[in-house]
T-cell receptor, first 115, second 110 residues
Framework: DTEVTQTPKHLVMGMTNKKSLKCEQH?????MYWYKQKAKKPPELMFV???????INESVPSRFSPECPNSSLLNLHLHALQPEDSALYLC??????????????FGPGTRLTVT | GQNIDQPTEMTATEGAIVQINCTYQ??????LFWYQQHAGEAPTFLSY????GLEEKGRFSSFLSRSKGYSYLLLKELQMKDSASYLC???????????FGPGTRLSVLP
């Protein structure tokens, strides 16, 4: 199984809503990532979890709150978002975060629209 | 700082060969990855280089020169389905941070 799954596929939310994005992998990977991707732009790293601990937070606003309940799951909690936060949110995993030639496997993404 | 550069767009003909270049200046280097991304889909892994030289995988090859901060992805026998964005990504010195280049949109014409 080389699949990373993400739910929901699409999400429309108002600026006062609270919602969560979910990501799951069953490849035994110990590193998981959240990326934000705007149209015709490359993915921008938001967070890295290594062995269920947050190891990188790329100066992301606090309205985005990541959570790693266990080694297979990664959540992104959203609260009081702005319209400019509308984007494709990609989850990825890799065998290890630091060493080795470990490529990332990406999920299909959640397309988020903030109204 | 981190700076990765790729051409924005390229066009090639079905059956031809195309070379997509990537130059990088990053705080440390722990490997370079190439990904393919079709519109509206997630990136998929194509190749990895950490040592200088050429890595070949079927119709795709990737080359790295660490001293020049340069890589290229070579696509042979182009097919229409190869029309996609090609992203170069560098793993930095700490090994945890993947920095993506801007991507090259390749259009394959009949």
């Amino acid at each position: 199984d080389t699949e990373v799954t993400q739910t929901p596929k699409h999400l429309v939310m108002g600026m006062t809503n609270k919602k969560s994005l979910k990501c799951e992998q069953h490849m035994g990977h110990r590193a998981m990532y959240w990326y934000k991707q705007k149209a015709k732009k490359p993915p921008e790293l938001m967070f890295v979890y290594s062995y269920e601990k947050l190891s990188i937070n790329e100066s992301v606003p606090s309205r985005f709150s990541p959570e790693c309940p266990n080694s297979s799951l990664l959540n992104l909690h959203l609260h009081a978002l702005q319209p400019e936060d509308s984007a494709l949110y990609l989850c990825a995993s890799s065998q290890e975060a630091t060493s080795g030639a470990y490529e990332q496997y990406f999920g299909p993404g959640t397309r988020l629209t903030v109204t | 700082g981190q700076n990765i550069d790729q051409p924005t767009e390229m066009t090639a003909t079905e059956g031809a060969i195309v070379q997509i270049n990537c130059t990088y200046q990053t705080s440390g280097f722990n490997g370079l990855f190439w990904y393919q991304q079709h519109a509206g889909e997630a990136p998929t892994f194509l190749s990895y280089n950490v040592l200088d030289g050429l890595e070949e995988k079927g119709r795709f090859s990737s080359f790295l020169s660490r001293s020049k901060g340069y890589s290229y992805l070579l696509l042979k026998e182009l097919q229409m389905k190869d029309s996609a964005s090609y992203l170069c990504a560098v793993k930095d010195n700490y090994g945890q941070n993947f920095v993506f280049g801007p991507g090259t949109r390749l259009s394959v014409l009949p």
